[in-house]
C-alpha cells in the first residue's frame, strides 16, 4: 500500500544536512547507521518490487522504507512514501503497484535513525508496456436486415484488456453487402455474407465476426375489409386495403386483380368501383417473394333500385330473382341463419356459424333482408306452402327453369341444386330454396323443385340440413 508523508526539507537541504554532519550516502561505517539502495525485481507493467539494506543499529517498525515516483518527479519532501515494508534486520523490499506502463521511475530507501534521515543512493527502473496478445470482436456474429436502415455496433475485446495500444482498422470482406466504419459501425446494404475483420496496430492480431444481411421476405397478405363477401350497389365504390405480414417487410408492393370487369373494377390502389350487378373475385397479390402471397375477396354488386316484385294475388309478393343476382340465374349459396355466402370454405357442420335454435329467422339473420334490405326478407314455410299448393307449377324447357303462375303471371326459379360438403347436388335440374323456418337445431324447411324425365314437376316443402348451401328467393307485402 502506498503512504505519503509530508517533510519539511527538500532532498537538497536533507543531503546538506547530512553532510554537515559529516554522515555520507551508501558509504557505510563501524557504530552509525546507513541505508542502502539495492536493486529492483518482479518488474510488471503496473507494479516492481524494490529491496534496499542498512547496517549499524537496529531500526525496525515504519522506521525504514522506499520513497518510489516517476522520472523527474522524486522529491524527499513530496514523493510517496512506503513504509510498510517486508523483510529481515538489515535487509527489506516494498512492492510498488498501480504503476504505469512504459515508464521510467525512480527510488531510493530511506531510514530514521534517532530523529534523523538518511537516504540510499537514487537508481531507477522501467515499467514494460502492456501489448496485445489477441483480440476478438463482440458480438462474434450478427444478423441484420436491409432495407430496413438496420446497424450494430461491433466491439473490439482486447487480451489484456489493459493493452496500451488499442489502436484498430477494419475491413469488409463483401462492403457491397454491408460498410463497416473505421470506429466498427455495421450497416447492412443489401442481402448476402459478409466477413468484418479487425486488426490491432500493436501486433497485428486479427479477429472476425460473420454479419448475415437478411430479406424480410412477405409471409402472408390479407385484405381489409375483412369478410368473405362483400355486398355492393351499382356505382358505389369500396377502398380494400391489402395488409402484409410481417409488417416490417421492405417490399409492401402488391398488385391488384379482378375476375370479371363487367362487374366491378380496381385500380392498383385498391379501389373498386360496381359497374354491373352479379358476382366478382379480387386478388391481391404480394410482388415480394416471387408474388406467391396472395389473398382473395369476394364481391357481388345489386342494382340500386329495388326489384319489381311479382304479386301472384297471394299474401306475399314474391321477387323475380334470387340474393345474390338480379338476372336470369341462381344466386349465392347460404347456410340457414348465415348472411354471407362461403367462399373458400366447404358446406360443413364444422363451418357452420349460426347454431342457434330459431323457430323463425329474425331480420339479421335473414339473407334477404340483410343483403337486400327495405321490406324484403325470406319467406316463411306457410307462405312457401301457400306458392306450392296455389300455383301451376311446370318446367320451361327452352328456359331451363321453374315456372309457378296463377292468374297469368308468373314467378320463375332457377334450377340451382344445393351445395353440400365441397360440391353441388342437381344443379341445373333441381331447385332448393331457402324459407325463414326453421324444424330444429339441424333441420330447416326449404322449398324443394324436381321433374321427372318426362318433364312433370314436382313442388314441396321439406326438411333440409340447415349447414347446407341453399339458394333464397326474398318475399315482401
Given at each position: 500500500m502506498k503512504r505519503f508523508f509530508v517533510f519539511a526539507l527538500s532532498l537538497a537541504a536533507v543531503l546538506a544536512a547530512f553532510s554537515s554532519c559529516g554522515e555520507k550516502?551508501?558509504?557505510?561505517?563501524?557504530?552509525?547507521?546507513?541505508?542502502?539502495?539495492?536493486?529492483?525485481?518482479?518488474i510488471t507493467s503496473t507494479s516492481a518490487r524494490l529491496h534496499a539494506h542498512y547496517?549499524?543499529?537496529?531500526?525496525?517498525?515504519?522506521?525504514?522504507?522506499?520513497?518510489?515516483?516517476?522520472?523527474?518527479?522524486?522529491?524527499?519532501?513530496?514523493?510517496?512514501?512506503?513504509?510498510?515494508?517486508?523483510?529481515?534486520?538489515?535487509?527489506?523490499?516494498?512492492?510498488?503497484?498501480?504503476l504505469t506502463p512504459n515508464t521510467v521511475y525512480e527510488y531510493m530507501a530511506y531510514a530514521k535513525v534517532e530523529g534523523k534521515e538518511y537516504?540510499?543512493?537514487?537508481?531507477?527502473?522501467?515499467?514494460?508496456?502492456?501489448?496485445?496478445?489477441?483480440?476478438?470482436?463482440?458480438?462474434?456474429?450478427?444478423?441484420?436486415?436491409?432495407?430496413?436502415?438496420?446497424?450494430?455496433?461491433?466491439t473490439p475485446v482486447f487480451t489484456p484488456s489493459n493493452a496500451l495500444n488499442q489502436n484498430v482498422t477494419w475491413k469488409s470482406s463483401k462492403p457491397e453487402v454491408a460498410s463497416v466504419s473505421n470506429t466498427?459501425?455495421?450497416?447492412?446494404?443489401?442481402?448476402?455474407?459478409?466477413?468484418i475483420t479487425v486488426k490491432t496496430e500493436d501486433g497485428g492480431k486479427e479477429a472476425s465476426c460473420e454479419v448475415t444481411c437478411e430479406k424480410i421476405s412477405v409471409t402472408d397478405i390479407t385484405i381489409t375489409p375483412e369478410r368473405s363477401m362483400i355486398q355492393?350497389?351499382?356505382?358505389?365504390?369500396?377502398?380494400?386495403?391489402?395488409?402484409?405480414?410481417?409488417?416490417?417487410?421492405?417490399?409492401?408492393?402488391?398488385?391488384?386483380?379482378?375476375?370479371?370487369?363487367?362487374?366491378?373494377?380496381?385500380?392498383?390502389?385498391?379501389?373498386?368501383?360496381?359497374?354491373?350487378?352479379?358476382?366478382?373475385q379480387v386478388s391481391v397479390k404480394s410482388k415480394d417473394n416471387g408474388m406467391t402471397n396472395s389473398?382473395?375477396?369476394?364481391?357481388?354488386?345489386?342494382?340500386?333500385?329495388?326489384?319489381?316484385?311479382?304479386?301472384?294475388?297471394?299474401?306475399?309478393?314474391?321477387?323475380?330473382?334470387?340474393?345474390?343476382?338480379?338476372?336470369a340465374k341462381w344466386g349465392m349459396y347460404f347456410s340457414w341463419g348465415e348472411t354471407v355466402p362461403k367462399m373458400g370454405e366447404y358446406y360443413l357442420?364444422?363451418?357452420?356459424?349460426?347454431?342457434?335454435?330459431?323457430?323463425?329467422?329474425?331480420?339479421?339473420?335473414?339473407?334477404?333482408?340483410?343483403?337486400w334490405g327495405g321490406s324484403w326478407r325470406m319467406p316463411t314455410k306457410a307462405e312457401v306452402t301457400e306458392l306450392v299448393t296455389s300455383c301451376a307449377w311446370s318446367w320451361d324447357d327452352s328456359q331451363k327453369v321453374y315456372k309457378a303462375t296463377r292468374n297469368d303471371k308468373s314467378v320463375i326459379f332457377y334450377p340451382s341444386?344445393?351445395?353440400?360438403?365441397?360440391?353441388?347436388?342437381?344443379?341445373?335440374?333441381?331447385?332448393?330454396?331457402?324459407?325463414?323456418?326453421?324444424?330444429?337445431?339441424?333441420?330447416?324447411?326449404?322449398?324443394?323443385?324436381?321433374?321427372?324425365?318426362?318433364?312433370?314437376?314436382?313442388?314441396?316443402?321439406?326438411?333440409?340440413?340447415?349447414?347446407?348451401?341453399?339458394t333464397i328467393r326474398p318475399v315482401c307485402k
Open positions: 550516502i551508501d558509504s557505510g561505517g563501524s557504530g552509525s547507521s546507513y541505508v542502502f539502495t539495492d536493486e529492483s525485481d518482479n547496517n549499524g543499529t537496529k531500526i525496525e517498525g515504519d522506521n525504514v522504507g522506499i520513497i518510489c515516483d516517476k522520472e523527474g518527479k522524486l522529491d524527499a519532501t513530496k514523493s510517496p512514501r512506503e513504509s510498510s515494508v517486508t523483510g529481515e534486520d538489515g535487509k527489506f523490499y516494498v512492492t510498488f503497484f498501480d537516504y540510499g543512493k537514487k537508481k531507477s527502473f522501467k515499467t514494460p508496456t502492456i501489448s496485445v496478445t489477441g483480440i476478438s470482436i463482440s458480438p462474434s456474429s450478427a444478423k441484420l436486415i436491409f432495407g430496413q436502415n438496420e446497424t450494430i455496433q461491433l466498427g459501425f455495421v450497416k447492412a446494404l443489401t442481402e448476402g455474407k459478409t466477413t355492393m350497389i351499382k356505382g358505389k365504390t369500396l377502398q380494400l386495403t391489402a395488409n402484409i405480414e410481417p409488417s416490417n417487410a421492405p417490399n409492401k408492393q402488391v398488385e391488384w386483380s379482378i375476375i370479371n370487369t363487367k362487374v366491378a373494377t380496381i385500380n392498383q390502389n385498391g379501389l373498386v368501383t360496381a359497374v354491373g350487378s352479379g358476382y366478382t389473398n382473395i375477396c369476394h364481391i357481388y354488386v345489386i342494382k340500386n333500385e329495388n326489384p319489381t316484385p311479382v304479386d301472384l294475388g297471394l299474401s306475399v309478393k314474391w321477387a323475380p330473382y334470387d340474393v345474390g343476382v338480379d338476372q357442420q364444422d363451418t357452420y356459424k349460426m347454431t342457434a335454435n330459431f323457430t323463425t329467422l329474425t331480420s339479421n339473420l335473414d339473407a334477404a333482408a340483410v343483403n341444386g344445393y351445395y353440400t360438403y365441397y360440391y353441388v347436388s342437381g344443379e341445373g335440374s333441381s331447385g332448393a330454396y331457402w324459407t325463414s323456418s326453421g324444424v330444429s337445431s339441424e333441420k330447416a324447411w326449404a322449398l324443394s323443385l324436381t321433374k321427372s324425365s318426362s318433364n312433370v314437376v314436382t313442388a314441396k316443402v321439406e326438411e333440409g340440413t340447415r349447414y347446407n348451401g341453399r
